[in-house]
């Protein structure tokens, strides 16, 4: 069949009607696309849930938290998980369950660091053999050092008093010497490497410095209330170097407090000696903030310009604070580190037997110790009122409460 021919004015009229429909779809407005959510606080939080899978031990203990679950706060720039205290009574080789609880918990908080302000084992007494000695370095190896290695956490450390004292006697030599010499014998093997990037082994393991991205480590013997001149002139010197105050933070780990914050505790020997001095030069070096332990109690607070992170026991024996009402806890502290925030550091602390946190308005605004007063960390001094500054001043004199 012959096919018909179009007329040229037809053909011209498809031609054009084809084009004006390729432009019409051109032209259409797309819809807009949808903007990428900024993360808020309550995604934040859901984003900090751990990425890995929980061993069924900590799945446990996070089913025990309650319908709510555990918090895992918003995370900071850097996240340090803190401990201390973790030993039981001379010389045992086991721990107190919660301490066990706590090194499962941690890997679901992820830290980048785990740091332990001392007391890891249970010595201080001269009936303790070398093989009990070297059996609870083993203990405590089996219950906590290992797991951590196992889960890629770094272990920043403080000698503590139960795990080396450097108490000396009439002649000045070292009480506890055998016991000092087996904890440089634990740290010192390469099978037990705490993992943390060294900057000066000093006298590892009771004076060192290390680093972890921008945030500078001090380490000193704070396992007795006494620093010789020659260590600290060692602590003055690595404080002031240009590795030191090119961080962006400086934190320095000690056994004991600067300042007593605890029943049974608040007496000369239970603190470090010149606390005042100490402080001085450590504002002086910018340092932020001294974690120490001891004192079996949590308390976070400041003194000046330094931050004083008081940790708490997760071992036997927790202790009251001096004033207040609080029944003592068993604690650990997240501590997320926030370098354009203005305070800095941020503390997430768990009563580790209820995993319930512990806020700030639950602890005195300040406690006044034989050696000065302590600052909540939230309150400063100009915020007491008369009757606490009266209060403070009738129990130490205007000098010791100058916050």
């Not at 995604?43 to 996070?62: C, M, N, R």
């Not at 932020?288 to 332990?293: A, D, L, Q």
């Not at 580190?337 to 503390?347: F, G, H, K, R, V």
Request: hydrophobic share 35%.
């Amino acid at each position: 069949m012959r096919l018909r021919q179009f007329s040229p004015r037809i053909l011209i009229g498809c031609i054009l009607g084809f084009c004006l429909s390729l432009t019409l779809h051109a032209c259409q407005v797309k819809p807009p696309e949808s903007p990428v959510p900024q993360p808020t606080v309550s995604t934040i939080q859901a984003e900090q849930k751990p990425a890995q899978q929980v061993s069924p031990e900590t799945a446990a203990i996070l089913k025990s938290a309650g319908p709510n679950g555990l918090l895992n706060p918003p995370r900071g720039d850097v996240r340090l998980a803190v401990i201390s205290d973790l030993n039981a009574a001379y010389g045992s080789t086991d721990y107190d369950p919660e301490v066990d609880k706590a090194i499962a918990l941690i890997p679901y908080w992820q830290p980048d660091m785990v740091v332990c302000s001392g007391d890891m084992v249970a010595g201080q007494s001269p009936t303790l053999s070398k093989e009990k000695i070297r059996a609870m370095w083993a203990a405590f190896d089996e219950h906590v050092a290992a797991p951590l290695r196992r889960a890629k956490l770094p272990y920043g450390f403080t000698i503590g008093n139960h795990d080396a004292s450097s108490a000396l006697g009439v002649n000045k030599n070292f009480l506890f010497q055998q016991e000092r010499d087996l904890a440089a014998e634990y740290w010192k093997d390469p099978a037990h490497d705490p993992g943390v990037k060294f900057i000066d082994k000093f006298e590892f393991p009771f004076y060192f410095t290390f680093e972890y991205k921008d945030i500078f480590f001090m380490v000193w013997d704070g396992s007795s209330s006494f620093i010789p001149k020659e260590k600290l002139d060692w602590v003055e010197k690595s404080l002031a170097s240009p590795k030191a105050q090119a961080a962006k933070m400086r934190i320095l780990l000690s056994h004991l407090p600067l300042y007593s914050v605890a029943i049974g505790r608040n007496q000369p020997g239970d603190v470090m000696q010149n606390a005042d001095q100490l402080r001085a030069m450590l504002e002086r070096y910018k340092v932020h903030t001294y974690i120490s332990g001891h004192h079996h109690s949590y308390y976070p607070g400041h003194r000046g310009n330094l931050q004083l992170l008081h940790t708490g026991i997760l071992g036997s024996g927790p202790r009251p604070l001096l004033e207040g009402r609080v029944r003592p806890w068993k604690a650990l502290t997240i501590l997320d580190i926030n370098y354009n925030s203005p305070e800095l550091t941020t503390y997430t602390t768990y009563d580790i037997q209820t995993l319930k946190l512990i806020k700030y308005e639950q602890l005195p605004r300040f406690l006044t110790g034989h050696n000065g007063i302590v600052l909540r960390r939230d309150v400063e001094f100009n915020e007491l009122t008369a009757q606490e500054k009266s209060a403070c001043n009738s129990r130490l004199g205007s000098k010791l409460c100058q916050g």
